[in-house]
């Protein structure tokens, strides 16, 4: 065997089975195990105290507080270091009594509204004298519709439920049956392994450029045989 064809059938067979190329999808691998590792703590150095702006050193008693040029409000007067709490409106116990006790200045044919003794019809007389059109035109746009309920009958009527037909394979006709059976069955199912005897005991495919050089060659060479006849 010439070198050329030592390198050519090293290139084209490893002598491999197809169990150590193919079919590696499926490898099981050991799972790689989650570790927990704490990380190192950085404890970070106090940064030095602020500077002199004129000089540029540092000071050297305590630092500068931040809020040393804060200065309170020019009319409240109010501590800027001091968050103001928010306003909560106490419950007013005495205001029944001082309804009830305070002096009327009533012009006839005027009412009271301090003598209502029904604390329902007094908010809904104030509410009615002190509401805006505005405001009344806003509340019937928006109106509570929690409580209501929709013209439902009681009895509702049952929902039809969704059925689906049962899958069936299609219906092929025992003439086309016939025709897969007979190519199945001319199908080749026996062990091969793709190595250098099973490729070579294969029948090559026939080349049309081989084809065509050989007819061209055969020719040439009868050519030339009645060339050599006719000189002698």
Not at 88 to 108: F, N, S, Y
Not at 183 to 199: G, M, V
Request: overall charge positive; proline content about 11%.
């Amino acid at each position: 065997m010439s070198d050329i064809e030592t390198r050519l059938e090293g290139m084209l067979f490893d002598f491999q089975t197809t169990y150590k190329t193919d079919y590696r999808r499926g490898q099981i691998r050991a799972p790689v195990l989650t570790k927990y590792e704490e990380k190192p703590k950085c404890l970070r150095i106090r940064p030095p105290p602020l500077k002199d702006i004129h000089t540029l050193t540092a000071w050297r008693s305590t630092p500068v507080p931040f809020s040393l040029w804060h200065k309170p409000n020019p009319i409240l007067h109010k501590d800027p270091n001091k968050v103001q709490k928010p306003y909560v409106k106490q419950e007013d116990t005495e205001l029944a009594q001082v309804i009830k006790t305070r002096p009327r200045v009533v012009m006839t044919p005027a009412v009271s509204v301090d003598d209502i003794e029904d604390p329902k019809a007094r908010a809904i007389l104030c509410d009615a004298m002190y509401t805006s059109t505005v405001a009344k035109m806003n509340r019937e746009a928006v109106s509570d519709y929690v409580n209501m309920k929709a013209p439902l009958s009681p009895l509702p009527v049952p929902a039809n439920p969704v059925t689906l037909p049962r899958l069936r394979p299609p219906y092929v006709s025992p003439e086309w049956r016939m025709e897969t059976v007979s190519w199945d069955r001319q199908q080749l199912r026996s062990y091969c392994d793709p190595t250098k005897q099973f490729w070579l005991r294969q029948k090559s495919f026939p080349c049309r450029p081989c084809e065509e050089t050989a007819i061209v060659e055969a020719h040439r060479k009868l050519q030339n045989q009645l060339d050599w006849a006719k000189r002698k």
